[in-house]
């Protein structure tokens, strides 16, 4: 079963960090690009970072942009999100996702999903 798992969300201050992974099982992440998205309460899911299978990492969201880095660690098929100076406006399910090849920011272009873990920014 091919499966996309997220891990890490926590209820965290303004100005904190957390990291989330995403780990694969019943697949290999090492031709996948895998993107993290987020989406807030009344929403639509955005795009935050991508990582190709290159290494190329894409940044999807100004907002995140010096306070969040992209990563993965192919021997451990995971990809992690480390967040930091984390605010309010950053209060979202992070979803990863993974499709083979480069980074496209859309949802339509992933094929595989995990079901998303809570990060809440609040004091």
């Known amino acids: 079963q091919l499966q996309l798992v997220e891990s890490g969300g926590d209820l965290v201050q303004p100005g904190g960090s957390l990291r989330l992974s995403c780990v694969a099982s019943g697949f290999t992440l090492d031709y996948y690009a895998v993107a993290w998205f987020r989406q807030a309460p009344g929403k639509e899911r955005e795009g935050v970072l991508c990582i190709s299978y290159t290494q190329q990492v894409t940044n999807f969201a100004d907002s995140v942009r010096g306070r969040f880095i992209i990563s993965r660690d192919n021997a451990k098929n995971t990809v992690y999100l480390q967040m930091n100076s984390l605010k309010s406006e950053d209060t979202a399910v992070y979803y990863c996702?993974?499709?083979?090849?480069?980074?496209?920011?859309?949802?339509?272009?992933?094929?595989?999903w995990g079901r998303g873990t809570q990060v809440t920014v609040s004091s």
């Open positions: 996702a993974a499709d083979l090849g480069l980074c496209y920011n859309g949802t339509e272009y992933y094929q595989y």
